[in-house]
């Protein structure tokens, strides 16, 4: 009786273990499956708290540009950093506001190339991001435009016509094709994202205007501040699409318990390690992996929580491998793994999406 009892001791405080898991989102990073999008990933390789340094314009050289008083320049610096921070896979750093450590020559990009080390310690950041500008412009002109809705009324008639035999006149729906006012308009952002470990850097550069109208067929030339905010946001659009990876979400259990206390040390060291203020997946994975070595590489929980790592990173291939890993293993749940893996699975079709 006492040899069952303790076999049914040890089976239940196996399952406590498999059971004890913590639920953290964890965003990962989502790359276009194109040659950018994998040089992109492979520079940022973990790379999750970025500095972001956004240049204050030269008002003189803008304002011969827009005209004087053109109070929307002074709000450019603020303007970028709220594009580049919406739906941005980076833990974005607001460098501008850390003037008490940072002085101005400081936030140059000079600057920053000398410092990055000194200003990755102060800050947590594993990289910065540069934002300048080269010389912007603005102009009028006027271009064809389609007029989608004089289109559909032609396709409507066509369409009724052959339904009913009788030839419907669409002739009042005006041309398909008008000539529209144009304002073309070039925020020519000058994008550096400085690795702070190495100092690499990569580089995106907006050359391309902006065309801005104000309705097809009307031929007036639309307002500098109504064309400035759509420029600007196609030139931060195009700015992230090089240089920073979309964000995904997933609920995902992170394990901390394990027959070993000096093992589920370690497991929580990797776990405080996400949950404080600027989270570092790396510095958990360094953790996990004392975890796994500590337990002879025996440890479902540390295999499945650099599964976790693998995950957070992009890396889809190496985070079903530490899955598998993980189910084969005591110390985890093994159909939580399993619903682990099929969500990486999942992920891994979701950015395969962007060669379809």
Known sequence: MKKIASLLFAGALVFSLSNCADTVDVEYPVFPKNKDGRQLQKFLGSIRNVGLAVEKPQKSLWETVFGAGSSFIDQMPAKVFEAF???SYYRLIDLSKRADALNEAT???TGITKNRAKIGNMLGAEAILYIGYQ?????CGSEMMVDYGAAAMKVGGALASMATGKNIDTSGSGPVTKQTGIRYMLIPLDATLIKVETGEVKKAVVSNPAKVDAGVGNLACPSVLDSF???????????????SPLVKTERISVYTKDEDPEVAGYLDDGYQEIKGETPSFKKAKEAWEKADKKAGGKSGAAKANIGTYYFSAGDFEK?????????KLPGVNKNEIRELRKRVEAAAAVDDSGDK
Do not use: F
Not at 229 to 243: H, M, P
Not at 321 to 327: P, W
């Open 85 to 87: 921070d919406k739906e």
């Open 107 to 109: 936030l140059s990009l």
């Open 135 to 139: 010389k912007p412009y603005t102009e």
């Open 229 to 243: 905010g759509k420029a600007l946001d196609q030139a931060a659009g195009y700015i992230k699409e090089r240089l």
């Open 319 to 327: 985070a079903i491998k530490y899955y598998e890993d993980a189910m």
